[in-house]
Structure formats: C-alpha cells, structure tokens
C-alpha cells in the first residue's frame, strides 16, 4: 500500500492481463460476524485484509471471541454461541459501516438478554453517518440505546438489561441504508428463540442486493428467513445460529468495477480478466457488468471469472437507476467522462450519506477534470469531456477509499494529461494493494512514464536521496550503483578477473558484457538480491564499491546493462541513482539533479557509515581515496563524472537528507502541471 500524501499516474494508453481480486468487504465482515455468533469453529478463507476488516477483527476479540490468525486471508473464528462473555468494553470502528451498525443490533439485544455496557465509537466521519433509524427500531424492540453526541449518529452507547418486546413487528425505514435492516436480521436470531420476530421496511427499500446477499449468507449459518417481497422478514422461531465449519469469501464485486471499466475503456489487444467474482456472484454489484455492457463494453464470464474488452467506441451514454449497484456506480460516473452524450445516475441518494458525500465529491472532483456535471439530491448528470477539454487535474479523495480507485480511470483520458490522487492511502479501507495491482494490468508509453534522475560523486548520498525520493513519490527506485557492484560480484564468483591488468582482454571485457546483460538482479523492500541470494550486505563493502568503480569503465559492461536499467521505468514513475542515467539511459528524464558536497563533507559522511558498521579508517585516508577517485572519474573516457547539460545543481554540504529531499520537491512540483 503507497503510504504518501499523493501519487501520480502518468497517461494510461492499454490494458489487458488478469488480476485476482481481494475478499469481499461486505461479506467478510458480515461473516465475520456470523461466525463470531455462532457455536464453534469458523475457518474464513479469502478473508478481506483491510481497514474496515481489522477493526472488526479487533472489536471481536475485545467481546472474547477467540480469533487466529492461519495464513494472511485465512482466520479461524472460535464462536462465542450467542454469549457475552465480556459484560463491557469500548469499542473502535473507524469508518466501518459494516461494522459499526451490525454490531451496534447485536450487541443492543445481548446487552438487553444478559447486561452489559458497550460504547461504540468511530472517525469524526462514522460520527456523521446516520444511524438513528436504526436506533428506533431497536429501542422500539425495548433495548437500551443512547447517542453520545449529536441525536441520530455515533458515538453511541447500549445498555441492559431491558425487558424486550419480540411481538409486534418492529419497523425500520429502508430508504436511507440497507445497512440499518442487515443489522436487524444479523442481530434478531439471537433473540427469537420462543417466537418469530419480523421486521417491516418502511418506504422504499434501496440496495435491494445487499439485503438478499444477507439472507443468503444467514442460510448458510442456518437460519432461513421467510421474506414477504421487500416489505416483510420473519425470523423463525428456534432460529440459532450454527457455523457451516468453513466459509470462502468472494473476491469484492464493487472493487471488480473499476478493473471491468479499464477493460471498457483500454483493453484492445488481449482482455482484463477478473478472478473471484463472476456470474455466480451473491454481490449485487456484479450487475455493473450489464451497465458497462449498456455502455459498449464487452464482458464475458464464468462462475467465478470475468472477462472484458474495449467494444464500442466512444462508450455510449446511458440513463441508468443506479440503486441496486449504488457503490459500483460511482465507476460509471467516470466512465461517463467517455461516452458519446450525457449520462444520468439516478437512485444514488445513499451516496449522500457514504464515506463522504459522494454525489457532491464526485461532482466536484469531475468538474476539476474539466466535465460539466449536474447534481440533485439522488442523481448525477455527467456530460463528457472532449479530447481537448481534459485538464490535468489533483483529485480529491475525502478519505473515501472509492473516490481514489474511480479517480484512477480519469488516467485514461486522450489528452494523455496526468492525474494525480490526493491521499492515495485511504483505499487501504477495503483494496489496500489497489494502485499495485492495477499496474499488473495497464501500461503506459514508456515517454509517458516519469523519471527523476540523481547522480553526483562517490559518497555524496545520491543513493540515500534517491531511496528517500522514491519513498515520498511512491516511484520504484534505480540504484545503477547496486547493479555495477552485482557485476563485480557475479564476476568474482564465475572467476572472471577484475583487476586493472585483466580488464585490458577484450576476452575478459566480453565476459563482463554478457555477465551484465544476464544479471539476475532484483530490488525489493530496501534489499538487493542476485538470483535467489539477498548480497544486501556484501554490496555494502569497500572492496565491492571499487570493483564496482573497475567493472563500470568497461563499455561491454554499460552497454549490457542498458536494457536492464531502462526496463526499471515501471509504473508509476521512477527515480534512477546513477553516473549516465540522466544522459545515456533517460535522457528525456523529467528531471536531473546533480548532486555534490565538498570532498572532507563526503569522507565524513563515509566515515560515519564505516563506524556504523564497527568498520574502521581514518577521515584522512578517506578524503585522499576520495579525491584521487574524483579524479579518475573525471577523467576516464566512458561515461565521465560530469553533469548532465540540463541537470540542476545541489549542493547538499551543509543539508540534512530531509533539506535534500525537500529541495528536490520543490524542483519536481514546478515541473508537474497540477498544483500540489
């Protein structure tokens, strides 16, 4: 997961592949739930690992539920049968609507049953999400409900015991959430054991899908609930809830959307194809596939596979009730952006009361694109945007996970204009790896793909500014350094000389070529690794550093290494450390930065490095090393020490890595054509 304030997606131009999706945030947290209730073990596979997940996790293991953890998708739930064996506790919930209401019911009735208090809290956001219809229809049933703020909204308290009253059904609107009726018929079973208890939905009941998914899931935890069309659910008397001994998780139809719409919008060559949703899909989401399919998209599927490609184009406007599908449906507003006409959402009124307010957020963040977009209380008219009325543009994201992944198709726009996603980190709250895996899947020009090359003199903490840029851009990083220490050590270990002497054999210089171009190098979590072998360590030695300085003389050498360097331009953008980088292997780099400090700054520096290590030299003996290497770089015929012709100088003598940093930021935010 990128953890940076922002990240820029350069011009997408294809797409094609498979992805395989992570579990379903709906249906892991409600069977985390379920299995929480029931007696006995529960194996949940293909568990969802996110935000919304953990602090569900985390509540339940607070009630006494007893939780371990298998494998990273994988958790067996050891049930609590319907108990409170812990009678108090404050519970967090972050933004997790899935789990703040269902347990808010839950734990209302069993606080009711056996006593207890509970405090149920969440971020600022979850306190203005409404929840007080759902608070009446369990203080209609005679539980004990308090709002610790503002009437209608979290934070709230439950209390008991209370006497309640199962005859009379109780009655629940169903226009603002289905969430507020998921949780009554995920808590009421817990207390229809002498009798049935009903629920009746007041007006119109929206999101339809999710309810039936609810159902579908109490069934498989043995209980079948009597639904009389949309109007009427009866729990059954004796209903109990007994665990089904495993359960797997879907892959998240809602997170399917966005890599159906990149197949709509790009997928020419070969198809996207989605593994762990399909046409057997319990989620109603997977219904977007009809609405791509309205809008030209060609989508083929299996049970548990889907399958797309660009159709018609440009897509064709649609005029959609977007109520069953209301979370998908905000991918349709941005592929509204490529339609032939202007395209109506309707029956979205629950975004109004999502993560953010959805249907103002989106409509803002579109206008930022350039669109014009028309808004009402439950619709959203998004008009399209010709080639030429694309602006590069900052979105947005009102820490919803859903505005950032819908964000990332305004990528694909003609213009071939970058986007760039404010706090790409909230997707963490149900697809934390999103952004990485939509790269498995879409591809870029290359001279669309950004580089910022750094170089400068031995010890002059390129490479650490190189690591630390990469970090805050959320950009792959190129240490050339690291791969000319790899030659010299893979020729050490094939036996291949690497002395002054030995590198004048046009033999040996052959050698070197073909070892550079076959080098099996790989960077991965700040380690280096050669083949199967993380040499982390031995990079880091004196005696590599000047192999590496011999063996990078050697043309054969540099020109082996040529396509292994270029092929480190990944999305989303790179940062390259290294002597050529910025004019023999990205000489269109969107940035260069020569990097320099005064000989005694740089020996010091070496020579702290050497202490942390229980090496040892003296600062003399380093700066004279230093200096006659200086020299010898200035002055050799290949790729000599010098800055590129359009590299900007920094002097980072008397800076700290985070002044380095800081500087180069700044460079980078004047060259990019949004605002930061």
Avoid at 256 to 276: D, K, W
């Amino acid at each position: 997961m990128y953890d940076i304030p922002f990240l820029d997606l350069p011009p997408l131009r294809r797409a094609g592949g498979t992805v395989r999706l992570p579990g379903s945030k709906s249906i892991s947290n409600r069977v985390l739930l379920l299995a929480a209730l029931s007696a006995g073990r529960t194996v949940v596979r293909d568990l969802l690992d996110s935000d919304d997940t953990r602090v569900m996790l985390e509540a339940l293991q607070t009630l006494g539920c007893g939780l371990e953890r298998l494998d990273a998708t994988t958790v067996a739930v050891t049930g609590l049968a319907g108990r409170l064996p812990v009678r108090q506790a404050a519970l967090f919930l972050g933004n997790a609507g899935t789990a703040m209401r269902p347990l808010t019911a839950a734990l209302a009735l069993l606080a009711a049953r056996e006593g207890g208090h509970f405090e149920l809290r969440g971020v600022p956001r979850m306190h203005e999400r409404p929840i007080g219809d759902l608070v009446q229809a369990l203080r209609q049933l005679g539980a004990g409900v308090d709002h610790l703020g503002q009437e209608g909204y979290p934070p709230l308290r439950v209390r008991g015991p209370a006497a309640l009253h199962l005859e009379a059904p109780i009655r629940v609107r169903g226009d603002v959430s289905s969430q507020f009726l998921t949780a009554l018929l995920l808590a009421l079973p817990l207390v229809a054991q002498a009798q049935p208890v009903t629920v009746e939905v007041a007006g119109e009941l929206i999101s339809k899908p999710y309810v039936e998914m609810t159902l579908k899931l109490l069934a498989r935890f043995g209980v079948a609930v009597q639904r009389d069309g949309w109007r009427r659910f009866t729990i059954p008397a004796g209903a109990r809830y007994v665990t089904p001994g495993e359960v797997h998780v879907e892959g998240d139809a809602s997170a399917a959307s966005y890599f159906i719409a990149a197949g709509a919008l790009a997928a020419t060559a070969q198809p996207v194809t989605i593994e762990g949703v399909g046409l057997a899909s319990i989620q109603g989401d997977v219904a977007f596939a009809d609405a791509a399919r309205a809008m030209g998209a060609v989508v083929e599927g299996e049970a548990n596979r889907l399958h797309v490609h660009r159709g018609a184009w440009p897509l064709r406007a649609l005029d959609l009730d977007c109520n069953a599908i209301p979370d998908a449906a905000m991918t349709l507003a941005v592929l509204a952006l490529y339609a032939d006409g202007p395209s109506t959402l309707r029956g979205i009124g629950s975004w109004r009361v999502k993560e953010t307010d959805r249907i103002a957020a989106m409509a803002a963040e579109l206008r930022r694109l350039g669109a014009t977009v028309e808004e009402g209380p439950d619709w959203l008219r998004v008009h399209p945007l010709p080639a030429n009325g694309w602006r590069a543009a900052a979105l947005h994201t009102y820490d919803d996970h859903r505005m950032a992944m819908c964000g990332s198709l305004a990528a694909f726009n003609p213009a071939r204009q970058p986007v760039r996603i404010l706090d790409p980190r909230c997707v963490a709250k149900t697809f934390p790896d999103y952004f990485e895996t939509l790269w498995q899947v879409v591809e870029a020009d290359p001279t669309d793909i950004p580089v910022i090359c750094i170089d400068g003199p031995s010890a002059s903490g390129k490479g650490t500014l190189a690591a630390a840029l990469a970090r805050r851009l959320g950009y792959h990083v190129l240490d050339s350094g690291a791969l000319y220490r790899l030659v010299g050590l893979a020729a050490a270990r094939a036996g291949v000389p690497t002395d002054a002497a030995a590198l004048q054999d046009e033999a040996v210089q052959a050698r070197l070529g073909e070892l550079a171009r076959t080098l099996p190098a790989r960077f991965d979590g700040g380690r280096v690794w050669l083949g199967q072998e993380d040499v982390t360590t031995e990079l880091r030695s004196e005696e590599a550093g000047a192999a590496a300085s011999r063996v990078s003389a050697v043309p054969a050498v540099r020109a082996g290494l040529l396509a292994l360097q270029r092929a480190f331009r990944r999305l989303p953008g790179l940062v390259a450390d290294g002597r050529d980088m910025g004019t023999v292997i990205f000489p269109d780099a969107a940035l260069k930065v020569f990097l320099t400090a005064s000989a005694r700054a740089r020996a010091e520096r070496r020579h702290e490095q050497l202490r942390a290590r229980n090496e040892h030299a003296s600062i003399e003996s380093l700066l004279a090393e230093l200096e006659a290497r200086d020299a010898r770089d200035r002055a050799r015929s290949v790729a000599p020490l010098a800055a590129a012709e359009d590299a900007l100088l920094l002097d980072n003598t008397h800076q700290t890595i985070e002044e380095s940093v800081e500087a180069v930021l700044g460079w980078w935010a004047q060259r990019r054509p949004f605002e930061v």
